[in-house]
């Protein structure tokens, strides 16, 4: 890891993800994360998606243009390279940003697995990866490997490596929340989680840490959060809102309503709605606006409810609950640098 020195940010507890939703064109992500850091936001996450949001490359490039800000890949999945040449890109990125990457995965979405024709992910085999990518930043040799990606038998990086490599980990579920209570560095919530469901996933991993004999301060938990302001058009703020909410419930909605305590029957109905059943893409990247105000009206308020919208001042103060709800940090989810200037100037305000 290199010696440089890290200025501190002026707001290490916000983050924002590089490229949200579809990328049309990879380098803005560099025009994204320079603007950050220069509003003094912590943290840029990247979701890894195959199209212009590869992982190294990305992260790579944003922490070659920066300074100060953290870089964070989350997340991505365990099983789409060889364990050592996801160490090889963590440690790549690592040493480019100076100490400042941290190292995200997921169990992933059950289709996407099923069309790369890849086993679904196991809550044993997410820790079962972390303890090898720990081992291997130490230097350690794996001998007679047999986990997430098969038998392997070698795995090594670098025996000269003493380090720590920060794990970050993408969780739903009370399995995957304890799982990053015990070894995880930072646990990333999911956007639209209810206030309830916010100090519910907060605790689970609070009490999974200190069942561990760790202290639960060693694990930041961040909530991702919808970040709307109404300066945003309306097609646009219809797609960041209506339209992600409907992609989730399209691919995963079981597992949302469930965490969230919703009610299943709502999500049956729209499932079962004729404008909904006829998307195989994603809604937020394919519907017109008639149709997200179409399905907009299926929700219900309080589905919608959990994110921040309204005027900038009133995004930040709903930021700014996030914490008081007992996250760590909030990464601001489905808005750019610059739609979130106004927010941060707002924020700022707060703590004045």
Known sequence: MSDRAVAPQEFPELGFYMLPGDALDSGDALTEVRAAEAMGIGRAFLGERPNRKEAGAICGAAAAVTDSIGITLGVTNINTRHPTLTAGLALTVQSLAGGRFTMGFGRGVAVAQQIMGLEPVTTAELEDFALVMRRLFRGEIVGDYDGPTGRVPILLLDMT????????????????????????????????????????????????????????????????????????????????????????????????????????????????????????????????????EHIGALLPDEWLAPMAAGTPAECAAAVRRQIDLGCDAVLMHGATPAELATVIDAYRQIGA
């Open 161 to 292: 490596l003493d380090e720590h490599l920060p794990l970050a980990l993408g969780a739903m579920g009370p399995n995957t929340l304890a799982l990053g209570g015990r070894c995880f560095d930072d646990v990333i919530l999911h956007p639209f989680y209810s206030d309830e469901t916010v100090v519910r996933s907060v605790d689970a991993v609070t009490v999974a840490a200190e069942q561990a004999g760790r202290d639960p301060a060693e694990v930041k938990v961040w909530s991702c959060f919808v970040v709307v302001s109404d300066e945003v058009p309306h097609e646009l703020r219809l797609r960041k809102t209506v339209g992600r909410l409907a992609t989730y419930l399209q691919y995963y909605g079981d597992v949302l309503v469930r965490v969230n305590r919703w009610d299943p029957e709502v999500l049956a109905s729209f499932r079962a709605d004729e404008v909904v059943a006829k998307f195989l893409a994603p809604i937020d990247g394919t519907a017109t606006v008639a149709e997200l």
